[in-house]
């Protein structure tokens, strides 16, 4: 019988997906329009996986609002972020009240500048009714665009669209571009605002150092091209193609050795720049560290559960790696995320199963039929994985129960290895028995 109820979603409201896209950026506080609890829900999901505080304003809105429009509560907070913190730019984002009521958010916004201003303001819309935390950062990331971008000379840059990843990521995808040389802005950049350093004197700056300028997103109209890591949150590539004819690559998420592989041909493609012996090393010793694990990992069942492009990387890194991806299985509804499984599973003749815009209630009855050694996902999956007493790796966001996993990569090359060892390593660690290797 078909469920009316959603059981343990893996997924978040659009406002926590937007205030990651605006933490990315030097200098920007987001501002969530909505109620209290709308913008402590994000803060203490921040705060539990990247082991960081976050400066989040919210216009806390209450029952008043809800009759007589939420214009005044924001303006009034517009007035306090700015005297406050005078940032270079305040990122609205909206939620389910504020949307509700009806908010004309844009013009409350330009009506809280006063002529001459240098602070933007970026109103994203961010409904939490629909969508997730992949919608809620795509739509704000495609608003700062469609508020700063513009034309100007050309900057012989590549720009990365990063999504829902974390700061290890964005730090060894510039490792790659750094090895590649070549020239980059990343939309948007959390490896530092996230992942900030105390350093000697112990001072720490009101606003986290790091994130892009917003003198990069403008000049991003200028770059040689996009390069999406998650295509969930491609509608800006799309929009800087469409407006500034900046050629988009919307790709698989550069996880495991044929995704990778096409992550760095698009980089050569778009830069011209030739790819250097030590990214070859890099990939040799990705290929090297599945020789060395082949035996461990050979057939065994894996069952992946998070963010689309995440997900689908996964199941084709598995099924590269000798493992049977059986279960595949993301909240967020997205267009590449079948046509990716289906193809692995064409590819690598495994049978993977697809969920899609589900739950873990449901991800947890398809494990029970098709079968798990391994799970791999982020902290709402161990209760599933204690129940089948089979390890999980945690990946994805949010992570809450380890430290320290935002740290490391899962991208690229060297992202790969160190993921395939977790894995292989979760394997051997929960109940290794070196004369039955399959248990
Ligand atoms: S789902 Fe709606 S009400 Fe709940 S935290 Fe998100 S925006 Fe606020």
Redesign the pocket.
């Known amino acids: 019988m078909a469920r009316s109820v959603t059981i343990n979603p893996p997924k ?5 997906g937007a205030i990651l896209a605006y933490m990315g950026v030097h200098g920007c506080v987001p501002l ?1 329009h ?2 209290q ?2 913008s402590t ?2 803060r203490y999901n921040i705060a539990r996986h990247f082991r960081e505080s976050a400066e989040v304003a919210v216009s806390s809105l209450a029952e008043d609002a809800a009759i007589y429009g939420g214009a005044k509560n924001l303006t009034e907070a517009i007035k306090n972020v700015k005297s406050r913190l005078n940032p270079a730019l305040i990122g609205i984002c909206t ?3 504020s949307e509700t009521i009806g908010d004309d958010v844009k013009l409350i916004a330009k009506n809280a500048l006063v002529p001459g201003d240098a602070m933007k303001i970026i109103p994203a819309s ?4 629909v969508g997730t935390h992949l919608t809620g950062y795509d739509n704000a990331l495609r608003t700062l665009l469609e508020t700063l971008a513009a034309k100007g000379e050309p900057n012989n840059k590549i720009n990365i669209i990063t999504g829902v990843i974390n700061p290890g990521d964005i730090r060894e995808i510039k490792n790659m571009l750094r090895i590649m040389n070549v020239k980059s802005i990343f939309l948007t950049d959390i490896s530092e605002t996230l992942d900030t350093p105390i350093m000697p004197g112990g001072h720490k700056p009101l606003l986290p150092d790091g994130g892009t300028l917003p003198s990069e997103i403008v000049d991003s109209a200028n770059s040689l091209g996009t390069i999406t890591l998650c295509r969930t949150a491609g509608s800006a590539a799309v929009y800087l193609k469409n407006k500034f004819n900046v050629p988009a690559v919307l790709d698989p998420a550069p996880i495991g050795v044929v995704n990778t592989d096409r992550f760095v041909q698009n980089i050569s493609k778009l830069s011209g720049a030739p790819i250097p012996d030590e990214i070859i090393r890099e990939r040799g010793r990705l290929i090297d560290s599945m020789v060395d694990v082949h035996h461990y990992m050979f057939g065994r069942k894996v069952a992946i559960f998070g963010d689309p492009d995440i997900v689908s990387a996964i199941v084709r890194f598995a099924a590269e790696a000798g493992m049977n991806p059986t279960v595949a299985m993301t909240a967020t509804r997205h267009k590449d995320f079948a046509p990716d499984i289906k193809a692995v599973n064409s590819e690598y003749s495994v049978d993977t199963q697809i969920l899609e815009g589900t739950d873990l209630y449901e991800f947890h009855k398809v494990v029970k039929t098709y079968g798990a050694e391994l799970i791999v996902g982020n902290s709402k999956g161990k209760d599933i994985a204690d129940d089948e007493n089979v390890p999980l790796v945690r990946v994805g966001f949010p992570v809450y129960d380890r430290v320290g996993v935002y740290r490391y990569p899962i991208i690229g090359y060297n992202g790969s290895i160190y993921l395939l060892d977790q894995m292989t390593n979760a394997i051997l660690g929960h109940k290794y028995d070196p004369n039955k290797l399959h248990q």
């Open positions: 978040m409201c659009q406002p926590m969530v909505g109620s609890g709308c829900y994000p939620t389910c009240m961010t409904p939490s009714y």
